[in-house]
């Protein structure tokens, strides 16, 4: 499986019935103050879940799943003559089929558009998902900063709240605290994420990161008191942070038999938020693989 680093730590809505006033609104994230649906679709009943950070959990499903994993391997080709050839800084290696799990659709178009067949009118339905992917790629940036940043003991004590959304900020729309964070520890310190608005990562300076969200969260906590000195921080960049634009696909990914090629990711089909569109088509491109190598039983490796 080849991926790329996603997403970090992020707290999302959870579908809990039938009724709407108690869901998480089915609709793509939104950047305009109300993130990833809160306002709409949470009811007052509605539970609410800290995603762990992304890393750590593709770590323990690939441990569970006794899947060798290769974080820091960087790939440099990707090759199809009856197998898949996988060229990396370490080497080569060959492997009955490949997944291509990236947010960033320009890889997989890259990969399409290299495809051969001797039909004509596959020929052409190849080179257009090429382009579709590689046209996702021109507009779908989305650009984010998050701040994690743990403050001393008794900090949250102060806030009325766990999690806010902020419609009216032209530069933060979304906090919140993360006691329940896994690894987090409570007594030490009181840990906080603050998200950006797009607005306010495009008119920053990546170098003035830190110190712009620090202030963008003294403004606006003020009301409350004074925000102290953090501990730690941890600013982050996220150039394509959420999903703009997608193939509007009806499946959750995309799966090429003759080749045995599965392309997943949250670019495919809409979703409530970007980790649950990227899960989604990553559950399911991994049964399409597991069936085209013989029911659920892999014949040979997968790269």
């Not at 919140?176 to 300076?205: C, L, M, N, V, Y």
């Amino acid at each position: 499986v080849i991926s790329t680093s996603q997403l970090g730590d992020m707290a999302f809505a959870r579908d809990l019935g039938n009724d709407p006033g108690d869901t998480a609104a089915r609709a793509p994230a939104s950047d305009g103050g109300d993130f990833c649906g809160f306002i709409r679709g949470c009811g007052r009943n509605s539970l609410l879940y800290t995603g762990t950070p992304m890393e750590d959990l593709c770590h323990a499903i690939c441990k569970q799943a006794k899947i060798s994993i290769r974080p820091r391997e960087r790939v440099t080709d990707l090759r199809y003559d009856d197998k898949w050839t996988v060229v990396s800084d370490r080497g080569s290696e060959h492997f009955e089929a490949l997944v291509l799990a990236s947010h960033d659709p320009l890889l997989a178009a890259g990969v399409v558009k290299r495809l051969e067949s001797t039909d004509p009118d596959v020929v052409a339905r190849l080179q257009l998902l090429s382009a579709e992917l590689a046209a996702l790629h021109k507009k779908r940036g989305v650009p984010l900063v998050t701040l994690s940043a743990s403050f001393p003991p008794g900090f949250s004590d102060m806030l009325p709240f766990d999690a806010v959304t902020c419609p009216s900020s032209l530069s933060l729309q979304f906090l919140a605290r993360e006691a329940s964070k896994p690894g987090a520890h409570s007594k030490e310190s009181d840990d906080w994420t603050a998200i950006s608005t797009s607005q306010f990562a495009q008119q920053t300076q990546q170098e003035n990161l830190k110190d712009a969200m620090l202030e963008c969260l003294s403004q606006h906590l003020a009301p409350f008191g004074s925000v102290p000195t953090p501990l730690r921080t941890s600013v982050k960049f996220w150039r394509s942070g959420l999903v703009k634009a997608t193939l509007g696909s009806k499946e959750e990914s995309i799966s090429l038999e003759p080749w045995r090629l599965g392309i997943c990711g949250d670019f495919v089909r809409e979703s409530t938020t970007p980790v649950e569109g990227a899960a989604s088509s990553g559950l399911d491109v991994g049964e399409r693989i597991a069936v085209m190598l013989g029911g659920g039983h892999a014949s040979g490796p997968v790269g």
